[in-house]
């Protein structure tokens, strides 16, 4: 296809990506509900539940697209404390900032457009990094891991939340025939954009396993890395801590 993996090098993976969150970012919402069924909030509420977050606490919510986990840091880290969305896409970057403002959410809240690759940030900025179905989007993503352990505070924590090897073979091939039958005619029909949705379901195929993506974590400095598997491994939520 004109989006798959096989024929994309490296080099065009950035502008790819770019490509599809340009195109798909005025429907991003509306198809993260239905492709779901809604389930991106349970995924998305526990990652809120373990990220030890609490008033005061500085979070960066990278890749953070239209905002959903910023609007739930926004209420816990209160006035005291801050939150930066940082995306690499001005479209997604845009549709998120609307949509929290137009929500209320404002006053500890900034938008930054960043690579997760080289974030601007110093090092020893933040109590908690979140990174949700963002990850398998970035080119290099031991890079973008080193990243966001160097501007994590000691004490700090990483929330992977992302697209995962379900751990059962039945609902693999049930979650195969969806992502690549369903999905993208879904796309073509509420978005009118079958491709983007095309290379979502083959970004998924390609995205390290559970185990892989934990040692990738221990590689560049992460400790105590565990992670959860959520709606039989559809979704995996990884967590590592900076000592
Ligand atoms: N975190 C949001 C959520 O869970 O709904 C948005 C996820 S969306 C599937 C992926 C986001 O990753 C897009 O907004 C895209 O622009 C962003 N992204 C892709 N590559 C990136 C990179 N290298 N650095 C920062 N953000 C990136």
Excluded at 37 to 64: E, N
Excluded at 71 to 80: Q, T, Y
Excluded at 201 to 220: C, F, G, N, W, Y
Excluded at 235 to 241: I, N, S
């Amino acid at each position: 296809t004109h989006f798959g993996f096989k024929q994309v090098d490296k080099n065009n993976k950035a502008s790819m990506v770019a490509d599809v969150f340009h195109s798909v970012a005025a429907k991003y919402d509306v198809m993260n509900d239905l492709m779901s069924m809604g389930i991106h909030r349970v995924w998305k509420r526990f990652t809120i539940d373990c990220s030890g977050a609490r008033q005061g606490h500085k979070v960066l919510d990278l890749a953070g697209g239209t905002g959903d986990l910023t609007a739930k840091f926004s209420r816990i880290v209160g006035d005291k404390g801050q939150v930066i969305l940082a995306d690499i896409n001005d479209s997604m970057l845009k549709v998120g900032r609307d949509k929290l403002r137009d929500r209320g959410v404002v006053g500890n809240v900034e938008y930054v457009q960043a690579n997760a690759e080289a974030l601007p940030f110093e090092d020893n900025t933040f109590d908690i990094i979140t990174i949700a179905f963002g990850l398998r989007n970035v080119t290099d993503k031991d890079k973008a891991l080193a990243s966001m352990y160097r501007v994590l505070k000691p004490g700090g924590r990483l929330l992977v939340l992302e697209f995962s090897k379900p751990t059962n073979d039945m609902l693999s091939k049930a979650y195969d025939m969806y992502s690549f039958h369903v999905l993208p005619k879904m796309g073509q029909l509420v978005a009118n954009d079958g491709g983007s949705y095309q290379y979502l379901a083959e970004s998924i195929r390609m995205h390290p396993d559970q185990d892989t993506l934990k040692s990738m974590m221990e590689t560049v400095g992460f400790e105590q890395v565990t992670y959860h598997n959520l709606t039989g491994g559809i979704v995996a939520l990884h967590r590592g801590f900076k000592f």
